[in-house]
């Protein structure tokens, strides 16, 4: 007979057992109890409780710490809207495959039902949002309810999972055992007759290329797919979530990113490909509709998880297997073969017209810092083992585009949802999970301030983040579309605001620049500091039309 405890201090065991290190969110009536175990708890063990300034950034800083490590952050709040701001948080982290265990307090079990202070249907409302919602009924199953929402939100595909927790099953007495560490999630790679078949694709094809999704970019799947390229080297097209997989050894086979506007080399890559392997590919990033346009040649599709199916994407060959497994046997499996001398030629010079691409074009009376002129400064300033989260806006499509990154999770995209607010929150994540290095998040003016507050959590970790923030005045992401379609915008003209003195009304550093050359003292200056500083940069976005050039004759804006 295991010792009495309550609900929450079975809770608290249980995340303990499973390795949680950290505990974002905010306190209520509801969790009050659990928060003061961890506030006060003197076992080393115990996972950190970190206060944020909004639940939804909680829950952002929570897929962060999944993104970053491939395991659950965890995020609790009280009943209420502290569970109903969790919801575009955790719909994003499980659109875009980071896992996340979320804990929702609740009013008590009989008032559930009753139009009462915070009462919600917090179960029903989140299960859209998350791969599984459950509300526990007994506070002997608390345990084993946190050990299966971890283990489904660590499963292919990774996702958000919500814990429902009324007030008097926490408060309720135990007497079952908390259950132990869980052992990993294994899956076999594919079997030799499968490995035949690919092979046999590969030695038929003239062109295959790799298209590396967001599964991709896991730590081994990376390693095997490097180890392949190093076998038969071939052209490499990442999506914004599969950015890194190319290391500077093997620059000469990236081809680009795909994302958003069919006008990339990595369209065309793919286009003129009669063998497309797709590599942890998900939908949610790039819709085969926009990169498998009028393709006459056949699609591997390897990953753990089974395809979503459609008039677009219809692989010749589907193999759910363990990626990095499968690919490790593949490269051992296969014959030496390589590309022939004229398709060589012809790869290198459509790279060599790619990365011209990145000069910084001659601009007369330039209002602002160019976005290029941005990009080629921070690239200077970084190394290989910064990490870069970027929000979205404008910014996002330049920095997708152009900025490079040569190890995978190092440059952080919402590509699923398109999220605003997340760049802040995933940079506190990193620099929790990475404290020996430096963290640079990227936002606009608009998205930005969706999670601005949470600087001055930054601030109180004594963080060493760099924001910059492109400042332009306007919702411009949508802002330049609009005046594309309509020849005028709408409904996207922001008020100005002075970034720097708002860093510093924190306790961050502010740094206001008024040109490219500024810029580089001013990195320099962010870099050597401890804690946070926020860079304020007018930006020209008078460019940002080329972001809709085009590139295939088949594309339609």
Same mark, same amino acid.
């Given at each position: 007979?295991?010792?009495?405890?309550?609900?929450?201090?079975?809770?608290?065991?249980?995340?303990?057992?499973?390795?949680?290190?950290?505990?974002?969110?905010?306190?209520?009536?509801?969790?009050?109890?659990?928060?003061?175990?961890?506030?006060?708890?003197?076992?080393?063990?115990?996972?950190?409780?970190?206060?944020?300034?909004?639940?939804?950034?909680?829950?952002?800083?929570?897929?962060?710490?999944?993104?970053?490590?491939?395991?659950?952050?965890?995020?609790?709040?009280?009943?209420?809207?502290?569970?109903?701001?969790?919801?575009?948080?955790?719909?994003?982290?499980?659109?875009?495959?980071?896992?996340?265990?979320?804990?929702?307090?609740? /009013?008590?079990?009989?008032?559930?039902?009753? %139009?009462?202070?915070? #009462? @919600? !249907?917090?179960? *029903?409302?989140?299960?859209? $949002?998350?791969?599984?919602?459950?509300?526990?009924?007994?506070?002997?199953?608390?345990?084993?309810?946190?050990?299966?929402?971890?283990?489904?939100?660590?499963?292919?595909?990774?996702?958000?999972?919500?814990?429902?927790?009324?007030?008097?099953?926490?408060?309720?007495?135990?007497?079952?055992?908390?259950?132990?560490?869980?052992?990993?999630?294994?899956?076999?790679?594919?079997?030799?007759?499968?490995?035949?078949?690919?092979?046999?694709?590969?030695?038929?094809?003239?062109?295959?290329?790799?298209?590396?999704?967001?599964?991709?970019?896991?730590?081994? /799947?990376?390693?095997?797919?490097?180890?392949? %390229?190093?076998?038969? #080297? @071939? !052209?490499?097209? *990442?999506?914004?979530?599969? $950015?890194?997989?190319?290391?500077?050894?093997?620059?000469?086979?990236?081809?680009?990113?795909?994302?958003?506007?069919?006008?990339?080399?990595?369209?065309?890559?793919?286009?003129?490909?009669?063998?497309?392997?797709?590599?942890?590919?998900?939908?949610?990033?790039?819709?085969?509709?926009?990169?498998?346009?009028?393709?006459?040649?056949?699609?591997?599709?390897?990953?753990?998880?089974?395809?979503?199916?459609?008039?677009?994407?219809?692989?010749?060959?589907?193999?759910?297997?363990?990626?990095?497994?499968?690919?490790?046997?593949?490269?051992?499996?296969?014959?030496?073969?390589?590309?022939?001398?004229? %398709?060589?030629?012809?790869?290198?010079?459509?790279?060599?017209?790619?990365?011209?691409?990145?000069?910084?074009?001659?601009?007369?009376?330039?209002?602002?810092?160019?976005?290029?002129?941005?990009?080629?400064?921070?690239?200077?300033?970084?190394?290989?083992?910064?990490?870069?989260?970027?929000?979205?806006?404008?910014?996002?499509?330049?920095?997708?585009?152009?900025?490079?990154?040569?190890?995978?999770?190092?440059?952080?995209?919402?590509?699923?949802?398109?999220?605003?607010?997340?760049?802040?929150?995933?940079?506190?994540?990193?620099?929790?999970?990475?404290?020996?290095?430096?963290?640079?998040?990227?936002?606009?003016?608009?998205?930005?301030?969706?999670?601005?507050?949470?600087?001055?959590?930054?601030?109180?970790?004594?963080?060493?983040?760099?924001?910059?923030?492109?400042?332009?005045?306007?919702?411009?992401?949508?802002?330049?579309?609009?005046?594309?379609?309509?020849?005028?915008?709408?409904?996207?003209?922001?008020?100005?605001?002075?970034?720097?003195?708002?860093?510093?009304?924190?306790?961050?550093?502010?740094?206001?620049?008024?040109?490219?050359?500024?810029?580089?003292?001013?990195?320099?200056?962010?870099?050597?500091?401890?804690?946070?500083?926020?860079?304020?940069?007018?930006?020209?976005?008078?460019?940002?039309?080329?972001?809709?050039?085009?590139?295939?004759?088949?594309?339609?804006?």
């Amino acid at each position: 007979m295991a010792n009495k405890k309550t609900g929450a201090e079975a809770l608290f065991e249980s995340m303990i057992n499973q390795g949680i290190k950290y505990v974002f969110g905010l306190p209520g009536a509801k969790v009050d109890k659990l928060f003061d175990l961890m506030q006060y708890s003197d076992n080393p063990k115990a996972p950190k409780l970190i206060i944020t300034r909004h639940e939804q950034n909680a829950a952002f800083i929570a897929s962060g710490i999944g993104r970053l490590t491939g395991k659950p952050g965890v995020v609790a709040t009280t009943s209420g809207p502290g569970v109903s701001n969790l919801a575009t948080a955790l719909i994003t982290a499980t659109s875009e495959g980071d896992p996340v265990v979320a804990l929702g307090g609740q /009013v008590p079990r009989n008032d559930v039902a009753r %139009l009462t202070h915070q #009462s @919600i !249907p917090s179960k *029903e409302l989140l299960s859209t $949002a998350t791969k599984d919602s459950v509300e526990v009924q007994d506070s002997n199953n608390i345990s084993e309810t946190f050990a299966n929402a971890y283990q489904t939100a660590m499963a292919p595909k990774s996702g958000a999972t919500f814990i429902s927790l009324p007030k008097d099953v926490l408060d309720d007495n135990v007497t079952t055992e908390t259950i132990d560490p869980l052992t990993p999630i294994q899956q076999g790679g594919a079997d030799q007759a499968t490995i035949n078949q690919i092979i046999e694709k590969i030695k038929n094809a003239k062109l295959p290329v790799i298209l590396a999704g967001m599964r991709s970019s896991d730590s081994e /799947v990376t390693a095997s797919i490097r180890n392949f %390229l190093e076998k038969f #080297s @071939i !052209p490499v097209v *990442e999506t914004f979530q599969g $950015a890194g997989v190319i290391n500077r050894d093997l620059e000469k086979n990236y081809f680009g990113r795909v994302g958003l506007f069919r006008n990339q080399i990595g369209d065309a890559m793919l286009k003129e490909s009669d063998l497309v392997i797709t590599i942890g590919y998900d939908p949610v990033e790039y819709e085969a509709r926009l990169w498998n346009v009028d393709r006459t040649g056949e699609i591997i599709n390897l990953d753990s998880i089974a395809p979503e199916i459609s008039n677009d994407y219809q692989p010749d060959l589907v193999v759910q297997a363990d990626i990095a497994k499968t690919l490790n046997q593949l490269s051992q499996d296969l014959p030496d073969i390589s590309l022939n001398d004229d %398709l060589k030629s012809h790869l290198h010079q459509m790279q060599t017209n790619f990365l011209s691409k990145d000069a910084v074009p001659e601009r007369k009376d330039a209002k602002g810092v160019h976005p290029l002129e941005i990009i080629n400064k921070l690239q200077n300033q970084v190394n290989d083992d910064t990490t870069v989260t970027v929000d979205v806006g404008s910014h996002y499509i330049w920095m997708a585009r152009h900025f490079r990154s040569y190890k995978p999770r190092h440059l952080l995209f919402s590509n699923g949802m398109q999220t605003l607010g997340v760049a802040l929150p995933w940079a506190i994540a990193a620099a929790l999970e990475r404290p020996d290095h430096h963290v640079v998040s990227v936002a606009g003016d608009g998205g930005f301030l969706f999670s601005g507050q949470e600087l001055e959590t930054a601030v109180r970790l004594n963080l060493n983040i760099v924001q910059l923030v492109w400042n332009d005045g306007y919702y411009d992401m949508v802002k330049f579309q609009e005046e594309a379609k309509y020849g005028r915008n709408s409904g996207v003209a922001i008020g100005s605001v002075d970034f720097a003195k708002y860093a510093e009304s924190f306790g961050a550093t502010g740094i206001h620049v008024d040109s490219a050359d500024e810029l580089d003292g001013a990195l320099k200056k962010a870099f050597a500091k401890e804690g946070p500083t926020v860079i304020d940069i007018p930006v020209d976005y008078s460019d940002n039309i080329k972001l809709l050039s085009t590139l295939l004759d088949d594309y339609v804006n």
